[in-house]
């Protein structure tokens, strides 16, 4: 019988992708959203990009036990993929409570509801926004979690604290936090992609709005920092693979390869990639002419972070495989896709 996974916040950018991964891979899933941050876009180009119109969506909010409950009680569930969440930095300094109460109540709902109803596997959407400023490059599974910078940071590493207590608490459940380094990028079918709500706060979907002209100019922020071009370094990953990594660690616990009751992996490429290269790389991949200005340091900021995937590499037989320019050819393929719908 073909295994379920219910995947919470799955409307979203990574959850959509990451759908499209599960159903290709011969799952069924149960998309749950309460939409407070998209709209049906993506879950319309899942159903297109898969050729699926029956997929089970249910609108609801995490947050709401009762509604968390019934889901539960109504569906037979093998796995839980959780992306439910609020997700903007800046917004969550200004807005703590909002974040505190939403990304953690929610969880608790996710993990209690599967424990008491035999769901066994638990998977996390962690970020590495736990590392905080690292000490040293790149880095590992192994390496140090440093305080949160902001209240979004610190609701991803309570949500880790959250799932690793529960799991030794509880021998009915077992989990793995997957830490994403930067998502960038699109489905290669421009059907589904990232849809931010305002201003972006992100680096790819402000220099695609730019490029459409929704933005005037892009700004870079920072060309001091200790870098070899000055701009602040990431590990840009592409949605697909990083879907494709779901798909990896949903079987691992499905197939009972778990190593541990609580895994955690990193989700990168290895390869740091500057803020500049990037918009170069776009620019190239593209062929166009990006309008942007070079502007302070954005505070908050870490200089440089970037994964060492090997865990990820070897226990889940997962790898970053997508090239750069491909992930900014999908990307700018989506924003004009969004833009002839206009
Ligand atoms: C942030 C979050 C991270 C989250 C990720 C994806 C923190 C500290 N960071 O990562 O947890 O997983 O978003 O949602 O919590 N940049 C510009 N101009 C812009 C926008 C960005 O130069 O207009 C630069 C930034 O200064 C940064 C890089 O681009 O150096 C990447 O920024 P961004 O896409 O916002 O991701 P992070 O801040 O790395």
Known sequence: MKKCVLVSGGAGFIGSHVTVELIEAGYDV??????????????????????????????????????TELLFTTHEIDAVIHFAGFKAVGESVNEPLKYYKNNLESFINVIESAKSHGCRNILFSSSATVYGEPDKLPVTEESPRKPATSPYGNTKQMCEDILR?????????????????????????????????????????????????????????????????????????????????????????????MKKEYEIFNIGTGKPFSVMELV???????????????????????????????????????KAERDIMDTLTAAWAWEKHLASKE
């Not at 000055?230 to 197939?255: E, N, P, T, W, Y």
């Open 30 to 67: 149960i998309v749950a959203d309460n939409m407070s941050n998209c709209d049906m876009t993506c879950f319309e180009g899942v159903k297109k990009i898969t050729g699926r119109e029956d997929i089970p969506f249910v609108k609801m909010d995490f947050c709401d036990a009762v509604a």
């Open 165 to 257: 207590d529960s799991v030794r608490a509880y021998s009915a459940i077992r989990g793995i936090a997957l830490r994403y380094f930067n998502p960038i990028g699109a489905h290669p079918s421009a059907l589904i992609g990232e849809l931010p709500r305002g201003v972006p706060n992100n680096l790819v979907p402000f220099i695609t709005q730019t490029a459409i002209g929704k933005r005037e100019c892009l700004y870079v922020f920072g060309d001091d920092y200790p870098t070899p071009d000055g701009s602040c370094q990431r590990d840009f990953i592409d949605v697909v693979d990083l879907a494709k990594a779901h798909v990896f660690a949903v079987s691992r616990m499905l197939d009972d390869k």
């Open 280 to 318: 170069n790389d776009f620019q190239k991949a593209n062929s166009l002419k990006l309008n942007y200005r070079m502007a302070p340091r954005r505070p908050g900021d870490v200089t440089a972070i970037w994964a060492d995937p090997t865990l990820a590499n070897e226990e889940l037989g997962w």
